[in-house]
Nanobody, 116 residues
Framework: QVQLVESGGGLVQPGGSLRLSCAASGFTFSNYAMRWYRQAPGKERELVATIGILSSSTNYLDSVKGRFTISRDNGKNTVYLQMNSLKPGDTAVYYC?????????WGQGTQVTVSS
């Protein structure tokens, strides 16, 4: 049974940093690309960052390039999202995702609020 559990969200001031974690279980983590999505109130869910099987393969939403970094630790079955220079526009629920056998699996999400 695939499980994804996010943590690390919270309230932060503009310009601050947060590190999100997603602990995965129920599948061979090292064999799959992992993704972070976010969904702000009243908006569609959007893809923020992707990391391939090789940690050197990453992609980012244009608006977060240079500020966010996705990484993975295959020994801990965990994917991370380091978020720096946060802006109010980054406020959203952040979700971890894996696509396995053409099925999308999601965590419960973690709230990130950027406000002074």
């Amino acid at each position: 049974q695939v499980q994804l559990v996010e943590s690390g969200g919270g309230l932060v001031q503009p310009g601050g940093s947060l590190r999100l974690s997603c602990a995965a279980s129920g599948f061979t983590f090292s064999n799959y690309a992992m993704r972070w999505y976010r969904q702000a109130p009243g908006k569609e869910r959007e893809l923020v960052a992707t990391i391939g099987i090789l940690s050197s393969s990453t992609n980012y939403l244009d608006s977060v390039k240079g500020r966010f970094t996705i990484s993975r630790d295959n020994g801990k079955n965990t994917v991370y999202l380091q978020m720096n220079s946060l802006k109010p526009g980054d406020t959203a629920v952040y979700y971890c995702n894996v696509r396995r056998l053409q099925v999308d699996y999601w965590g419960q999400g973690t709230q990130v609020t950027v406000s002074s």
